[in-house]
């Protein structure tokens, strides 16, 4: 697999992106390359709809735009139903949309094991952060974090660790970008990666957080429409019976296993693998890790908490998390329908495969041939450019979330010292959205060849170890110190991306060292890296006497009240 | 905020109730959401078998209503600390800010 990407590698490989892979994943991950298929005029033109349409919401957007609160968080003024469905559309990737469906066709209960690991952060965001992120920010998490501490040392630590996830997640969905529209649209790599970067810089440069709020709506509401419409007409097929359309994938499976030469028995065998858990997760403790990494890292993600800034009040922002958890449990259930009925109608069809029986296209087309399947070419048409739509709502809200802690926590609070002047500050997030555009589509044409399946987890890993103990420490525990959160901060973030270098996935599978060489032999760093995050904190905050810790431990109080009555919080339009 | 308004609400009867019954029922659910997840988790890592018996004479296994569960109860938790939260404990915070405030 050394350095050799295809199209399941970059964004949506689970097999790697879960280490813990097994057979069927890798098998997955090698099911074909990223050929460049024939122009497709249909999705081309949805798409250009699709510009079209979110151009005109950015031109609005542009007009409302005036001040840095604008920008950042839209004024406060969206509503907990609309940032739901936004948050939705900011945590719902083209990897979980494609690849999820992929890993349910090819694994089947596997898949859905994977998918409850993203869904199950939202519950612990309600509980223990999103009022108290809403009452303490204004627009970073950073805010919330430094409430009370020294600012420079805190800033500078939630900046770095906003910058390197933001960075991880970037250039996976730029990579997958690339490849997925070279697969869907038949454009070239380069322009692919060009397209979203140009398309994420005019939204987000003109239109602010207004735009990338709406821009990220509308994609939801798309993807969440079309992925209804595919699980319905797989249902319907079945006179809706799910028993039904696992019997049918069984005997499926169980034939493709029989044509490769199994015995009956190993046949059948295999073909009932799919309704239990299977290579998915081997040792515990990748297991426990890894859901660790999935659990925390969504609390920790600093575009996901910057939407908590553009709710009014601590009312909204619990039902933007309860809209979010909504939909996003209901897009899982899509996409486990859509993975069976992937079996049933994709597996079967020689249209949609290839000579050695794999998928036309790679292994994460499952979703895509079935929209086919269901729907015709127009069909087709629609789910190819809500992928490319998909796509650019998340990069776009990366990139808004990296530009604002450039500009408001290293810009106006680092270097001008909280004196900043907000048209100068607006400035300067609009130059480093610039500047982040230009660094993504170099990235993204930089690691185009290379295997960067590891990203995503990654990215995950870093925002469970470093952003979110840092997070919870400051805001629950009172003898937490501005030495111990940096520290402690910084400590889970070297250790979540050092135990990730040495870890199979890039170990092995990027940097090619042979097979078992691994220091460090689990699937997630978690585990440890968030440990060391957490004790880190603890321990350099007790061992904190100097005057600052006293000063960090009196602001407690203050900060406590304030975090859960909401008394002198940012108000909707004021700040 | 100044230190009169924070020790002002802190000493509070009102909120010291707010604070009590909001933790309590966070950290419960938070433990309910932990126990649920992490319990099929290592059910997944150590019983694997388990999960793949058949519900009755079909193939559907007692895996699927189990995954399907955690995936509705994790929106259902949810929906419960979010409507106590936006009723309850919102009166009462109301209640605190405005005599604070006055």
């Known amino acids: 697999m050394r350095g050799r990407c295809d199209i399941v590698c970059p964004l949506l490989s689970l097999a790697a992106l879960l280490g813990v892979g097994g057979a069927a994943w890798a098998a997955g991950a090698d099911l074909g390359q990223a050929e460049k298929q024939a122009t497709n005029w249909t999705a081309i033109s949805m798409f250009a709809v699709f510009v079209v349409g979110t151009l005109f919401i950015t031109k609005w957007a542009a007009a409302r735009t005036k001040s840095a609160a604008d920008f950042y968080t839209a004024g406060g003024g969206i509503t907990g139903f609309q940032n739901g469905l936004a948050i939705a559309g900011d945590y719902m990737s083209a990897a979980s949309f494609l690849g999820i469906s992929a890993a349910v066709m090819v694994g089947g209960f596997d898949g859905l094991i994977y998918s409850i690991g993203f869904l199950v952060g939202w519950p612990v965001v309600t509980f223990l952060l999103a009022e108290r992120l809403r009452n303490l920010g204004k627009f970073t998490f950073a805010d919330v974090a430094a409430f009370r501490f020294e600012q420079t040392p805190v800033r500078v630590f939630a900046a770095s660790g906003t910058l390197v996830v933001v960075a991880f997640y970037l250039i996976a969905q730029m990579v997958g970008a690339g490849q997925l529209i070279k697969l869907l649209f038949g454009l070239e790599y380069w322009i692919a990666v060009v397209i979203v970067g140009a398309l994420m810089m005019v939204y987000v440069l003109f239109g602010g957080m207004t735009a990338t709020t709406w821009v ?50 190993e046949a059948a065998a295999q073909g009932f693998a799919i309704m239990g858990p299977g290579g998915f997760i081997k040792d515990p403790i990748s297991a426990i890790s890894f859901g660790m990494a999935l ?34 449990g209901y897009f899982y259930i899509l996409t486990f329908i859509i993975g069976f009925g992937a079996i ?53 809200g990366l990139t808004l979330s990296g530009a604002s802690a450039v500009s408001h926590d290293l810009y106006a609070t680092v270097f001008k010292k909280g004196h900043a002047d907000g048209a100068m500050e607006l400035r300067v997030s609009r130059l480093t959205t610039v500047a982040l555009g230009i660094v993504a589509v170099a990235l993204g044409i930089a690691f185009e060849k290379q295997n960067i399946a590891f990203m995503v987890s990654l990215a995950f890993a870093i925002a469970a170890s470093a952003n979110f103990p840092v997070l919870l420490m400051s805001v629950l525990w009172k003898d937490c110190t501005t030495r111990g959160a940096v520290i402690g901060g910084f400590l889970g973030l070297a250790s979540s991306v050092l135990l990730t270098i040495v870890s199979p996935s890039v170990w092995e599978a990027t940097l090619g060292h042979p097979k078992d060489s691994a220091l460090f032999p689990y699937a997630s760093p978690a585990l440890f890296s968030m440990t060391i995050g957490f004790v880190g904190i603890w321990l350099f905050s007790v061992l904190d006497r100097s005057r600052r810790a006293a000063q960090d431990r009196a602001g407690f109080l203050n900060q406590q009240v304030r975090s859960e009555t909401g008394i002198g919080a940012a108000g909707a339009s004021g700040h | 905020m100044d230190t009169d308004l924070t020790t002002r609400i802190l000493n509070n009867p009102k909120y010291q109730e707010l604070r009590a019954k909001r933790w309590a029922f966070g950290w419960w659910l938070t433990l309910a959401m932990l126990v649920v997840y992490y319990g099929f988790i290592l059910l997944v890592a150590f019983n694997k078998p388990f999960l793949a018996t058949r519900l009755g004479e079909g193939v559907t296994t007692i895996g699927m209503p189990i995954g399907l569960g955690v995936i509705v109860f994790t929106i259902v938790i949810t929906g419960l600390y979010v409507r106590r939260a936006n009723s309850e404990f919102d009166a009462l915070t109301e209640q605190i800010v405005k005599g604070a405030l006055k």
Do not use: C
């Not at chain 1, 798309?222 to 019997?247: D, I, N, P, R, W």
């Not at chain 1, 600093?302 to 709710?311: E, N, Q």
């Open chain 1, 295 to 328: 659990m925390f890292g969504t609390a920790g993600l600093p575009h996901i908490l910057m939407r908590f800034f553009t709710v009014p009040n601590a009312k909204e922002a619990r039902k933007s998390v309860l809209w979010a958890t909504t939909w996003i």
């Open chain 1, 216 to 265: 990220q709506i509308i994609k939801a509401g798309l993807l969440l429409a079309g992925a209804s419409f595919m699980a319905f007409m797989v249902l319907y097929s079945f006179g809706f019976s799910t028993e039904a359309m696992f019997a049918k994938a069984v005997e499926i499976k169980t034939g493709i296993a029989s044509a490769a030469g199994k015995a009956p028995g």
């Open chain 1, 344 to 396: 049933t109608f994709v597996l079967t069809n020689p249209q949609f495969l290839d000579a050695k029986g794999g998928l036309l296209g790679g292994g994460n087309m499952a979703a895509i041939h079935l929209a086919n399947a269901v729907g015709g070419n127009i069909f087709l048409g629609f789910i190819s450019a809500v992928a490319f739509a998909t796509i650019l709502a998340v990069v776009a």
